[in-house]
């Protein structure tokens, strides 16, 4: 069974820096290409950032190109999104998810960004 | 990017009824189109992937249909658990977008 489950959220200043990770299992996480979405309180669903299996493609949204950073370590079958420079507007719940015919998503892991 | 446009924002209905959600993208997204339900407090679970494809657990009385631009889920006779929110997103291209999101709430 394919499980994600994010961890690392959390309450942070302005300013602040996070690291989220991602735990994989039950699936070759190796051979998948992996995004981060993400869902502020009482609004949509809105795209962070996509990494190939071996990382060689990576790709942001304009929203946190330059602040946020993907990456992955398929020896520890995990993926990370270190977030730096955050903003109140960054508070969100962050869901990690497969990019894969059949999609399979995480439970998600609540950052937020206050003084 | 390709933005995607839901249709309606929200709607009420009765259980049994049969229920209709539009998604458009502005360009044609071949059959890259997945479905989601969300419930409050919840992740999203997929309901249907690639358009019409239903993911395993998931009632048969949710159906998805369309290809190019133009996409439907339907809910073929609403049941109670079925009050939710419900998206569809594009994975036509690396840069997921989303739909704005329905609101189905049972009269």
């Known amino acids: 069974e394919v499980q994600l489950v994010e961890s690392g959220g959390g309450l942070v200043q302005p300013g602040g820096s996070l690291r989220l990770s991602c735990a994989a299992s039950?699936?070759?996480?190796?051979?998948?290409?992996m995004s981060w979405v993400r869902q502020a309180p009482g609004k949509g669903l809105e795209w962070v950032s996509y990494?190939?299996?071996?990382?060689?493609?990576?790709y942001y949204a304009d929203s946190v190109k330059g602040r946020f950073t993907i990456s992955r370590d398929n020896a520890k079958n995990s993926l990370y999104l270190q977030l730096n420079s955050l903003r109140a507007e960054d508070t969100a719940v962050y869901y990690c998810?497969?990019?894969?015919?059949?999609?399979?998503w995480g439970q998600g892991t609540l950052v937020t960004v206050s003084s | 990017d390709i933005q995607m446009t839901q249709s309606p924002s929200s709607l009420s209905a009765s259980v049994g009824d049969r229920v209709t959600i539009t998604c458009r993208a502005s360009?044609?997204?071949?059959?890259?189109l997945n479905w989601y339900q969300q419930k409050p407090g919840k992740a999203p679970k997929v309901l249907i992937y690639?358009?019409?494809s239903l993911q395993s657990g998931v009632p048969s009385r949710f159906s998805g249909s369309g290809s190019g631009t133009d996409f439907t889920l339907t809910i073929s006779s609403l049941q109670p658990e079925d009050s939710a929110t419900y998206y569809c997103?594009?994975?036509?291209?690396?840069?997921?977008?989303f739909g704005q999101g329905t609101k189905v709430e049972i009269k």
């Open positions: 998810a497969t990019v894969a015919f059949d999609p399979h």
């Open positions: 039950g699936f070759t996480f190796s051979s998948y290409e």
């Open positions: 990494i190939s299996s071996r990382a060689s493609s990576i």
């Open positions: 360009q044609s997204i071949s059959s890259y």
């Open positions: 690639a358009a019409s």
């Open positions: 997103q594009q994975s036509y291209s690396t840069l997921w977008t």
